[in-house]
DNA sequence: ATAAAACCGAACAACATGTTTTGTAACAAA
DNA sequence: TTTGTTACAAAACATGTTGTTCGGTTTTAT
């Protein structure tokens, strides 16, 4: 009774992510889902309140994936189990999504991406919190703690568009970088 | 025949604005913008082929209205006509959205304000452009000039967002510190 | 005064949403 | 293997939204 629940789950994640590939958020209708899901109305509404929530539990998935974890490397830097260099938390992120895990650049760059973007950044801030903010590890003093950890979470996920919208031309140590070149004033290294 | 036309237009326009200040983009119906512009429905669709349109006029008309505004002053500085001394563009732009004008405070810090903050840097963009990149005041040649200018114009309109969401506590001459801060290192000032 | 334009109001089809009802298939425990 | 519970399917439903159409009225320019 619950391994059945989990597999519905998962195709109407799957019939949800492929639609919003092809088209915008506010085109697709939940008869469409239904459809490509291939599964019935009730079941739809059974397992989701709304088409707003069904994008909500989407995002906290696959966000808190790949922010939880960068969570757990160390601070400024980690041991990188392919290389051998200390790299920035943000190269890893961004390798991570060059990899395109579940998916997530197809959203984070489709029609909507101002949505999956705002929920990519709310979930960088807790990073940065945690490994720059309450470590000690901001520079600049004469800023807002929020304003300044709002600033860098900001900057990193425009990076990211930024990349996107030019097809991933630079390498992620370019735009590592790129971003490092941005923040460095007000973070320590 | 023409009068008649502008002055519907702007019941539209006044109505929706009222809307939006009070619930999300999505959840106004063209019905609710009819009977609180009090014309008839025909008249509506003979105005604006649909709601996305009409968000789309509206926008180009606030954030070009004071882009352009922006735009006649000279590039880093400009003598104000209230006080003596020089300021920056950013903090014009600053005491003009504190007057509220047009109630584009309203829109920016209401529900849908991603929506908003989107057109507001696209706006912003061009004026950063030609005020100055066009005219080498963009300190960072390490990475491109279209990154550096997205990031200038995504920073500002972060600033202006975190201002909203405390209530602008803080004056305008306090928030163009804190911005300026964050990009003194890349540009010219 | 007259013709063109902008407007109104009501009705319309098409579609989307979320609920309800009735019934079927899976599955776990006895 | 039977039994009771849970997940699912199918179809119908009320409700609301969208954009169009059509007949008729008011405004405005000439």
Redesign the pocket.
Known sequence: ?D???K??REAIFAAFTTLLAEKGYHQI???EIIDAA??????F???F???DYLLKDLCEELFGHIIDTAMGLPSGHYHCTCGSAEDSVFLHLLRHLQENDRNILELLSSENNELFLGYFKSNLKKLILSQYAEKGLLKEKSVPEDYLVNHISATFVETVSWWLSRNRKESPEEMTEYFLTLIRPVVEE
Chains 1, 2 share one sequence.
């Open positions: 009774m391994r059945r629940q597999k519905t209708s939940v008869q291939d599964i019935g109305r009730t079941t509404y059974a397992h309140e709304t088409k």
